[in-house]
Structure formats: structure tokens, C-alpha cells
């Protein structure tokens, strides 16, 4: 226990001043096709004058897409969603030194995102410090979404030959190989002269039309 008598010395330490700040966030490619991956490629920086403490950087993903992948530079601890998840991707040092970390992240566009959608995407820095300036904290980007699919359709007839006066079934298979969903998809099937009606069954989601029965 000191005495009246005994000096008292005190240290004081000053809060450390930090500069965040977010790099551009490059998206690749832009456009970007439904259905296939999309990359952003962004730098975090600080520029001092001292370290960060637990400096942070947070996004969440767009509407529309999934977690892939990411690689983050070495000091940087990350959580991310599940692959094929939507959600928040963050990554905290528990001290950012003055420099600079790169972060690569990639991202499943849905194949139902319609053409022209605007993918935004946002990532922001933040720190425990006081950050000298903080209108450099965040970076943005949009990226615009085209569609491409490719359609191919099957017939298969079933018997052959047929006997006439007999019935002759045709399976039809639609298909699309993607990689984006097609949308307002049609086909249509002449009924081969000699013929006539007589049934259809089909798959659900579709809404068809047809002759009567016994009309060709």
C-alpha cells in the first residue's frame, strides 16, 4: 500500500488511429450469365499511421446468388456460408497492420435470376480504432445479369411399324442443357397426316393445347 509519501506514476497510452479502407471491388465477368459462377476480386487496406485492432471486413451476398469459395490472405480469420448457401461472408485479424490484404470471392449465380437483374454486391471495413477517414470503408458493385439456355427436343415412336387402324404413342422429351433457366419455353407438334387425337399426358407446369378427340 503506498503512503502519502510514495510518487504515483500513471501510464497513458493514446487510442490507435487507423485508415481502412476498401479497394475497388472488381466483379468478373460483368455480365454474367444465370447459372454460372461470378468472382469478386477486392483489396482491404490500411494506412496507418498504427495497426488495427480487430479490423473486420462483412458482406453479405446478393439476392439470387450462392457461396462458392473464398481465399483470403494469411492473419485473416473467415466465417462464410455453406456451399450452395446464401448469407454473410466476414473475415477479422485481431491486428491489421499498415498494408494491404487481398481476398478472392466466388459466387453461383441461381439459374432462375431473371435477364437484366442488377447483382449488388457490397463489402465494408471497419476496425475497434478510430478511423481517420471512414467514407473509404466501403466498395460496391453491380453486375448485370444475362440468360443463355439450350433447348433440344426428342421424339421417339413407339410401335414401328404400326399397324394401320392401330394406335401409335410419340414420347416427346423437352429438354434444357442450361445453363440458365428458359423462360416462356413452347413447342408445338403437328399431328402427321392419316392420324388422329387420341390422348396426352404431360408433365406438370406445362399448360397444353390440343384437338378434340378423333380430329386430326
Same mark, same amino acid.
Given at each position: 500500500?503506498?503512503?502519502?509519501? /510514495?510518487?504515483?506514476?500513471?501510464?497513458?497510452?493514446?487510442?490507435?488511429?487507423?485508415?481502412?479502407?476498401?479497394?475497388?471491388?472488381?466483379? &468478373?465477368?460483368?455480365?454474367?450469365?444465370? $447459372? %454460372?459462377?461470378?468472382? #469478386?476480386?477486392?483489396?482491404?487496406?490500411?494506412?496507418?499511421?498504427?495497426?488495427?485492432?480487430?479490423? &473486420?471486413?462483412?458482406?453479405?451476398?446478393? +439476392?439470387?446468388?450462392?457461396?462458392?469459395?473464398?481465399?483470403?490472405?494469411?492473419?485473416?480469420?473467415?466465417?462464410?456460408? /455453406?456451399?450452395? !448457401?446464401?448469407?454473410?461472408?466476414?473475415?477479422?485479424?485481431? @491486428?491489421?497492420?499498415?498494408?494491404?490484404?487481398?481476398?478472392?470471392?466466388?459466387?453461383?449465380?441461381? =439459374?432462375?435470376? =431473371?435477364?437484366?437483374?442488377?447483382?449488388? +454486391?457490397?463489402?465494408? =471495413?471497419?476496425?475497434?480504432?478510430?478511423? =481517420?477517414?471512414?467514407?473509404?470503408?466501403?466498395?460496391?458493385?453491380?453486375?448485370?445479369?444475362?440468360?443463355?439456355?439450350?433447348?433440344?427436343?426428342?421424339?421417339?415412336? %413407339?410401335?414401328?411399324?404400326?399397324? !394401320?387402324?392401330?394406335?401409335? %404413342? #410419340?414420347?416427346?422429351?423437352?429438354?434444357?442443357?442450361?445453363? *440458365?433457366? !428458359?423462360? @416462356?419455353? *413452347?413447342?408445338? +407438334?403437328?399431328?402427321?397426316?392419316?392420324? %388422329?387425337?387420341?390422348?396426352?399426358?404431360? @408433365?406438370?407446369?406445362?399448360?397444353?393445347?390440343?384437338? !378434340?378427340?378423333?380430329? $386430326?
Amino acid at each position: 500500500r503506498a503512503s502519502d509519501h /510514495d510518487p504515483v506514476i500513471v501510464g497513458l497510452f493514446g487510442e490507435a488511429s487507423v485508415d481502412l479502407s476498401v479497394g475497388a471491388l472488381a466483379d &468478373t465477368p460483368n455480365p454474367v450469365v444465370a $447459372g %454460372t459462377h461470378l468472382t #469478386y476480386a477486392f483489396t482491404v487496406s490500411n494506412a496507418g499511421p498504427d495497426a488495427a485492432p480487430a479490423a &473486420t471486413w462483412i458482406n453479405a451476398l446478393p +439476392d439470387g446468388t450462392t457461396f462458392v469459395s473464398l481465399a483470403a490472405e494469411a492473419g485473416w480469420s473467415c466465417t462464410t456460408p /455453406d456451399v450452395g !448457401a446464401g448469407g454473410t461472408v466476414s473475415c477479422t485479424a485481431s @491486428s491489421f497492420a499498415i498494408g494491404d490484404a487481398d481476398f478472392t470471392l466466388v459466387v453461383a449465380v441461381d =439459374a432462375s435470376v =431473371a435477364e437484366d437483374t442488377q447483382l449488388h +454486391d457490397e463489402v465494408t =471495413a471497419s476496425s475497434s480504432a478510430s478511423d =481517420a477517414d471512414p467514407t473509404n470503408n466501403t466498395s460496391t458493385a453491380q453486375t448485370a445479369v444475362t440468360t443463355s439456355a439450350d433447348l433440344s427436343v426428342r421424339v421417339l415412336d %413407339t410401335p414401328d411399324p404400326v399397324n !394401320a387402324g392401330d394406335d401409335l %404413342t #410419340y414420347s416427346i422429351t423437352v429438354a434444357n442443357a442450361g445453363p *440458365s433457366d !428458359a423462360a @416462356s419455353v *413452347s413447342f408445338s +407438334d403437328t399431328l402427321p397426316a392419316g392420324t %388422329t387425337f387420341v390422348s396426352l399426358v404431360t @408433365s406438370a407446369g406445362w399448360s397444353c393445347a390440343k384437338p !378434340a378427340i378423333g380430329e $386430326g
